[in-house]
């Protein structure tokens, strides 16, 4: 187990073979940190590359190397270097992270949230009531909402909802696939980040969020059927 390794790096006080573990075992974690920080650069959350993704993932292994017992198995270990990152990008945009039964209470908000938000325009065809007004913002040339993601994040959206990627060559579109991005709310977003980028399946987002897989599962149905506006 990767755990015995790790244990064996500990009582030697040899954080560099710990590092190196951890790398190994967990390559997702720093796609998940480079999504992650480049969509909260991009939302202007963040100071573009003030942090990177390789510096906080010095910070999660160092703090998973301090805190480092005997009782940790490899789920454990998973789930918490995904939590300690999550924390970590928090907490360089001074966002408050509630506790474990918050964040199941949030999450069923916004999933109601997600539920209700949808209208019909003139054509029959499905959107979304808040962006109508939006949509015409970004039509008007306001810079306010405009969030334009980058080709790489848009390329890891296209293929883990199975997006149609002709529909976003446009610049307009890929405009508005920002704002379909930008607003989703911040909860129901980690789950899309630990999806789409940090390629967690429905079980490990569960885990990793402690919330059931249901709640999990309906988020990214919802999500899907917001991108797919385009």
Same mark, same amino acid.
């Given at each position: 187990? &990767? *755990?015995r390794a790790l244990k064996q790096h500990k009582e030697e006080n040899n954080f560099a073979e710990f590092y190196k573990k951890l790398e190994v075992f967990v390559p997702e974690l720093k796609n998940f940190l480079t999504g992650s920080l480049r969509n909260a650069e991009d939302q202007g959350l963040l100071d573009r590359r003030y942090f990177s993704p390789d510096g906080i993932l010095d910070e999660v292994f160092l703090d998973a190397f301090e805190?480092?017992?005997d009782e940790m198995d490899n789920n454990k270990l998973r789930r918490s270097l995904f939590k300690m990152a999550i924390q970590k990008i928090a907490a360089k945009g001074a966002e408050d992270i509630p506790d474990e039964v918050n964040t199941h209470a949030l999450l069923?908000? $916004?999933l109601k949230t997600l539920s209700e938000d949808f209208t019909t325009d003139g054509a029959g065809d +499905? /959107?979304?009531m808040e962006e109508l007004d939006d949509i015409s913002y970004l039509q008007k040339g306001s810079r306010e909402l405009e969030v334009q993601l980058n080709d790489a994040l848009v390329k890891q959206l296209i293929q883990k909802f199975e997006l149609n990627e002709a529909s976003l060559l446009s610049e307009e579109k890929r405009k508005l696939l920002g704002l379909l991005y930008n *607003? /989703?709310?911040d909860r129901s977003k980690q789950i899309v980040e630990l999806f789409a980028f940090g390629d967690q399946d429905i079980h490990e987002i569960s885990e990793i969020?402690?919330?059931p897989e249901e709640v999990? $599962? +309906?988020i990214l149905f919802? &999500?899907?059927e917001r991108f797919r506006l385009l």
């Open positions: 187990m &990767v *755990t805190g480092f017992s069923k908000q $916004e +499905r /959107i979304l *607003t /989703i709310p969020l402690e919330v999990v $599962e +309906r919802k &999500v899907k």
